[in-house]
């Protein structure tokens, strides 16, 4: 007996209703970045690896998934090579090309490769697959969606701003309540230097970016790990501890940070963004939290960072993002400033699917199902099918003359509200009869009135 195929961990089949599901999530995402006056971009599924690699730090550069040279890769690859490369010189050697990890950095290549056909500043969405090689687990994939929003050639916060409110839009539409967490790269900065300890931001960041995965005892232990004296480790657990209302941490910080000029600048960038948006007209409904302790592990943030967390279900950042002043200029580009957001489409959908927000008009499919009793009858329903059709409603004829009984199990399976009978008698009166499959309740009517019944 042949063994059942199966599909790689960290991915999943989507069936009929789950597509339905996703649909509603990819076309509220697209009609909320079109209010905003953003355009649609799609980029390869892969990429060059020299794109790739350096741009997420070195864990990132693990978690890539890398596509072997066609033909014989093996080709240029001696013995020593294999005793004495590390494992990712050995890849770039096999391998020229890999998977995107995630939209930004193509997004980046592509601002590059085609900026003399961009009026600045470029606003882009982009809605597609992303591929991590990470441990699935619950809420985690190997492949995913994200839909990106991101802003290039532009300074402003107030683009900080309208991403937040983008954010708090989507979410209302979703009914789904979160809070929106707001750092700044800069803050994290000056808290470097404030412990003497600006060479290490890249490890202190990834370090406490993990603090509400791991713990503070084990963030602490991974800083030591680092190399991050003692004295530089108690000077951190006031600050990634601090609380209060946000007014009450932003005086504190400019306070510890008083003599940091970097440090400073970015508590004036989260002060703007959060005070903007507390005078919104109509109100915010999500909550914003200035919040220390994000990181966004990233290495190519620079300002302001984002990151979203669902209140009523346990899942990680649902949406995240930041400022990235510096990444077209690793392909060439400097002085290009950019800040985006991406929305986790598949932790959306696990919330949405938990939560139950689904409105009903997502799942509902056929509408009306013509049973089909014989040819004759078939080419009878066919005319009224059309004229369904292109008044909106979702209909389909049952495809063979099998008996009633199971063309009705099938539209009680699909979960279809009506079904249309027509027999001899119909056929002369030039009627049908439209059955309710909730109620039972049959009627004898005009292909008119049936429309007007179901449209």
Sequence with gaps: MAQKPSIPK???????????????????????YALYGFQQIETPAMENLSTLMGKYGEEGDKLLFKILNSGDFMRDVTEENIR???????????CEKGLRYDLTVPFARYVVQHREELTLPFRRFQIQPVWRADRPQKGRYREFYQCDAD?????????????MQIVDTVFQRFGIRVCIKINNRKILSGIAEMIGQADKIVDITVAI????????????????ENGLPEEAIQKLQPIIQLSGTNDEKLATMREVLKDSETGLKGIEEVAFVLSTLGSVVGGFAADVEFDLTLARGLNYYTGCIFEVKALDVEIGSITGGGRYDNLTGIFGMPGLS??????GADRIYDVLNQLDLYPQTVTSQTQLLFINFGEAEAAYCLPILAKARQAGIRCEIYPDAVKMKKQMQYANQKQVPFVALVGENEMKEGKLTLKNMETGQQQLLTPEELLQQIG
């Design 10 to 32: 960290g991915t999943r089949d989507f069936g009929p209703l789950e597509m339905a599901r996703r649909n509603y999530i990819f076309d509220t995402i697209r009609s909320v």
């Design 84 to 94: 004495q490369d590390s494992t990712n010189r050995l890849a770039t050697r096999l």
């Design 151 to 163: 802003v290039v050639g532009s300074d402003s916060l107030l683009n900080e701003v309208e991403l």
């Design 209 to 224: 970016d993990k603090l509400d995965k791991i713990g503070l005892d084990n963030v602490n232990a991974e800083l030591r």
């Design 338 to 343: 950019g800040v985006g957001i991406s929305f």
